[in-house]
């Protein structure tokens, strides 16, 4: 599904991503850990397309294409979905109309029909109720006045209705307490299937005790140094990111 | 003797022959009018840079020769008409009976036009006025507009619309003098539209007079040919527990100023001045507002929003002015602009000139680009970075569109905005 070969990128003239290889096959959740500064959100934004983060060399692969030349309406429509550490809020722009104009762009690309405002609305209280959030919350702008839980719920509810193929998280945990935590995970697992991927960026193991990954991987000084099944996160949670890296 | 500007000469030369041709030819007292904002004028010319409250809209590319021909003459936007109850057509600044409908005005709504009223020998009071050129122009060459007057506690419902439509052919000079007028309690909602197409300059000078508890609703939408200039001056007094409420939406004219003065003369009285201008291209828009609050216990709010594309150039100066005693005032003004290219600029001053003590006021002026951060959240889910940039612009205008009361009104000037931006 993924296949990143030596990719190296800068923000702002530093290099961050100095050389990372990762596959990711249909049906696998990899976790990348590491310590701050590591590159972690970097990686993240460059598969995402972000502007100001600068691949300047090696490739990624999406689906047999090339994700780098794609622009990020692009792969989000091409299944790539990344649910930000910092969701943003957007003043103005009620939550029902970004989620149906969001949905519908997608549908568009892919050639199926775009959702009436009943079907949509129909959709979009089903999975709501899914992940306990309240009908007002779509009234209210984008993530204004959201609390943090509620802002990584919402993330998690974007993802519900637009199912990716291949899901980004990046620190989903942070800010969350445990009750929070525990219906974002519920709402990630709940997206699992043979077919569909996920990277989970996270600096503590504690998500991984719910989101439970197939390979981990720790990150630091934008290279992967070591990779694992699951028992490496909680080898990183024992002996702290310094033994490991040096290791 | 100081050299006038070709435009300002030209009115000069023509006024005697002009004299005969406008309404009220032949009275005296109109003629010794008209004669006195001439001379007036003729001391003054058009306003230059070097006059403060001018200082960023510079009128040389009208008064200094013919106009250019080079700028599209078509309409700026093509839209469906707003349906009001009543409908008042100035065709090229004419009155035309046929295309009004006015049938239905209750009782107590007085409505006639100004070449009516001047033509019929009546001397308006016209309120003379310091030193403002385009007023003293107004007064030599207006030739029609809205003579409106409504009676005590006489509550007009719907919208009554006036609109000045110009279709030209040819360059011309349009002066439009509107005179409108609420005795105590009344109530009405007007809408004024201004559309056009072709080369031309237009002068509308409105005086409004609002009594003990009158309310005005005025919502004006400009939408001139890309190549006109549209110079607006509204006066409006308040009287005691009466409310002017102004909406402008501004999307036409290659250049536009809307310049509003209002005086509030009595205690509960409510000046609220709020605005939106779209614009693209090399267009110009210029609003600038002087609140005066002469007695004490009253408020006044301006929140004006911009949206710039191209090498167009916004304009916002508001100035509060509160007299000595006038206490427990309130005055709050707002200006935000949002550049949608690096050529497009805005220029914003607020003034604040307080002689009281007890008195509440604040203003802000801000400008910006569109949020990157917001951008790129639209785009990670899959929105078009064209649509999600409308969808950021359509967010901005929200709110100021949410200051217009009339529900009608609003939809309509959400439309125009929608449209605006599709073409943008």
């Not at chain 1, 990046?170 to 935590?181: C, F």
């Not at chain 2, 008209?34 to 004028?41: D, H, I, Q, T």
């Not at chain 2, 003579?147 to 052919?169: D, K, Q, Y």
């Not at chain 2, 002066?175 to 109530?187: E, F, M, Q, V």
Request: glycine share 8%; proline share 3%.
């Amino acid at each position: 599904m993924l296949e990143i070969k030596d990719l190296h990128a800068e923000v702002g003239g530093k290099e961050i991503l100095k050389g990372i290889n990762l596959t990711i096959n249909p049906g696998e959740i990899h976790a990348i850990m590491g310590p701050n500064g590591a590159g972690k959100s970097t990686l993240s934004y460059v598969l995402s397309g972000r502007d100001g983060y600068e691949v300047t060399g090696g490739s990624v692969t999406y689906k047999g294409q090339d994700l780098l030349d794609m622009d990020p309406d692009e792969r989000a429509c091409s299944g790539i979905f990344l649910a930000f550490q910092y969701p943003v809020e957007i003043p103005g722009v009620a939550s029902a109309t970004f989620l149906k104009t969001a949905l519908n762009a997608q549908r568009k690309f892919r050639g199926e029909e775009e959702l009436d405002a009943m079907e949509f609305l129909k959709l979009v209280r089903e999975k709501s109720k899914e992940l306990d959030i309240k009908d007002d919350m779509l009234k209210r702008a984008v993530n204004v006045g959201f609390s943090g839980g509620e802002k990584k719920r919402n993330e998690v509810l974007q993802m519900s209705l637009l199912e990716p193929d291949l899901m980004l998280l990046d620190e989903t945990d942070s800010g969350l307490d445990i009750d929070a935590l525990k219906v974002a995970a519920d709402g990630v697992n709940r997206l699992r299937s043979p077919e569909r991927s996920a990277l989970v960026i996270t600096h503590y193991q504690r998500l991984l005790d719910y989101i439970v990954p197939d390979f981990v991987h720790v990150l630091a000084d934008g290279k992967i140094v070591k990779s694992g099944d699951k028992s490496l996160a909680l080898e990183l949670e024992e002996k702290g990111y310094t033994d490991i890296s040096a290791a | 003797m100081k050299t006038l500007s070709p435009l300002a000469q030209k009115y000069i030369d023509r006024f005697d022959s002009a004299l005969e041709t406008l309404p009220g030819a032949g009275d005296r007292n109109i003629s010794t009018l008209r004669k006195s904002g001439l001379e007036k004028f003729s001391k003054l010319d058009f306003p230059n840079k070097r006059i403060e409250e001018w200082r960023f809209t510079n009128l040389a590319s009208l008064t200094k020769g013919p106009a250019n021909e080079d700028q599209p003459s078509t309409p700026a936007l093509k839209h469906d008409a707003f349906k009001a109850d009543y409908e008042v057509v100035f065709e090229n600044g004419v009155f035309s009976k046929e295309k009004s409908r006015l049938e239905k005005l209750p009782e107590g709504v007085r409505l006639t036009s100004l070449a009516e009223e001047l033509g019929g020998g009546a001397v308006f009071s016209l309120d003379e006025d310091d030193n403002r050129a385009l007023i003293a122009l107004n007064t030599a060459y207006m030739q029609d507009g809205l003579c409106l007057h409504v009676s005590e506690n006489v509550e007009v419902p719907g919208v009554l619309a006036i609109r000045f439509v110009t279709n030209s052919s040819e360059p011309q000079n349009i002066h439009i003098r509107n005179r409108i007028t609420l005795d105590g309690g009344a109530k009405l909602t007007l809408l004024e539209e201004h559309e056009g197409n072709g080369h031309y300059f237009v002068n509308p000078v409105t005086m409004i007079h609002l009594s003990d508890g009158a309310e005005l609703k005025h919502y004006k939408h400009q939408n001139e040919s890309l190549a006109a200039y549209h110079i607006a001056l509204t006066d409006c007094e308040v009287a005691a527990n009466a409310s002017y409420k102004n909406f402008t939406l501004t999307h036409g004219a290659r250049l536009s100023r809307n310049e509003m003065k209002t005086s509030i003369l009595g205690a509960d009285a409510l000046s609220k001045l709020d605005g939106a201008y779209l614009l693209d291209g090399n267009q110009h828009c210029d609003t600038t507002s002087l609140t005066e609050h002469k007695v004490s216990q009253n408020v006044s709010e301006q929140v004006y929003k911009g949206v710039l594309a191209g090498k167009s150039h916004g304009v916002f100066q508001g100035k509060i002015h509160i007299f000595p005693d006038a206490q427990q005032v309130s005055g709050d003004q707002l200006s935000k602009a949002l550049l949608l290219s690096d050529e497009a600029q805005v220029d914003c001053k607020p003034e604040l000139e307080i002689y009281a003590d007890d008195v509440k006021c604040s203003h802000g002026a801000t400008s910006g680009e569109l949020d990157e951060d917001a951008l790129f959240y639209l785009q990670a889910r899959g929105i078009p970075t064209d649509q999600a940039k409308k969808m950021l612009v359509a967010a901005f205008l929200g709110d100021v569109l949410e200051e217009i009361e009339n529900d009608s009104v609003r939809q309509y000037f959400e439309v125009l905005s929608a449209s605006w931006l599709e073409r943008v």
